[in-house]
């Protein structure tokens, strides 16, 4: 699972952002398994805390389902209910 998790995607139909390598979501592993020490892939940071870019993205991910179950209570749609 880890192999396929770290291939190479085709660019074709994606749409990316910038690379955060303080991002929580990055796997960590030992100088040996890069290419090159240092490594501009290698993750920044303590691996716990989230990073500023990830902060700003969960942000603008609730601010996106606030306004989406607004607008469903005012058409009188069933909201979604977590």
Same mark, same amino acid.
């Given at each position: 699972? @880890? $192999?396929h998790?770290? /291939?190479r995607?085709?660019s @074709? +139909?994606? #749409?990316t =952002?910038?690379f $955060?390598?303080?991002?929580?979501?990055?796997? /960590?592993?030992?100088?040996?398994?890069?290419?090159?020490?240092?490594? *501009?892939?290698a993750?920044i +940071?303590? =691996?716990? $805390?989230? *990073?500023? +870019?990830t902060a700003?993205?969960? *942000? #603008?991910? %609730?601010?996106? %389902?606030?306004?989406?179950? &607004? /607008?469903s209570?005012?058409n +009188? *749609? #069933?909201?979604? &209910?977590?």
């Amino acid at each position: 699972m @880890v $192999d396929h998790n770290l /291939r190479r995607l085709s660019s @074709v +139909g994606l #749409t990316t =952002g910038n690379f $955060d390598r303080a991002s929580i979501m990055l796997y /960590r592993f030992p100088e040996l398994f890069y290419r090159s020490n240092p490594s *501009s892939c290698a993750p920044i +940071g303590n =691996g716990q $805390d989230l *990073s500023e +870019g990830t902060a700003k993205v969960f *942000s #603008t991910f %609730i601010l996106v %389902i606030q306004v989406w179950h &607004k /607008r469903s209570e005012q058409n +009188g *749609s #069933t909201p979604l &209910k977590c």
